[in-house]
């Protein structure tokens, strides 16, 4: 079992390296970009369907912005927290020391989880800076505390899978390329051919539970939680389709099985690893 009180005060130092480097700024950054863009892109075509309702405006602007702002969180401060060690050959000092590799594992997991946090928050705040400017007091609704709490979880799940193929990989480039693949479109295309070709849900794909964070403000009959027969644009009036998204107990599951098993399966990698 790891030290706590050693894991903390690694966590501490590795949070200060985080906050003083280029990669904090860099994240902070490309937060600052997404929200300056999705808030000029509103500002200026004043979308109707997305400004009827302070739902409607999240559903899509932080349900589907948040889990970009998360998968690039995980892989800046997540993809080399493993493999870095082994890579910069700074495990030799640090094994060196009388703590035990789940402390080191642990302690790296709460800095970037910290690090990547701050970026979600600043992201929330810039969303409900927006939010207050279209629908005043109506833009502080429960449900956006609700799915932001979601998103705190799949946060969990995806720094999980990080660490993971982070401790798989001796080199940082292999394992935050992985990451930033499957994440950002491996695990997105493979939910649409299993969806298309095999018609079953892919309840298994992390992907597919991270659908709750925007669904759970139901404006959509295709986002909403749970299966729907929707009426889809098209020509001639359109057609039917049943949907089949996760409900908010299914994906909150799903999430933190990913979050368990990753961490387990990763720190048993680390443990077996040799810095040779």
Known sequence: MP????????????????????RFILMMALVAIIGAILTAVVGYFRPAAFLE??????AIFWGGGVTVVIVFAGVIFGGDAIAGEFQNKTGYFLMGQP????TVYVGK?????????TAVVFFAVLLLGNGAYYFG????TATFLASFVLAIVYLLALLGATFLFSSLFKTSTYATLVVAVLFLFGFMLIQDLISGLVHTTPWYILTYADSIIGGIFNTSCASSPGTHTCTMPGPGGGFTQTVTNATIPEGVGIMLAYFVITSVLGLVSFEREEFS
């Open 99 to 102: 703590i035990r590799r789940a």
């Open 137 to 140: 007091a109506g833009a502080f």
């Open 109 to 117: 997991y709460l800095a970037a989880f910290v690090a990547a946090f």
């Open 53 to 58: 309702s302070s739902g409607a405006f999240y």
């Open 3 to 22: 030290s706590w009180k050693q894991a903390l005060t690694l966590a501490q130092y590795q949070l200060r390296d985080y906050v003083f480097s280029r």
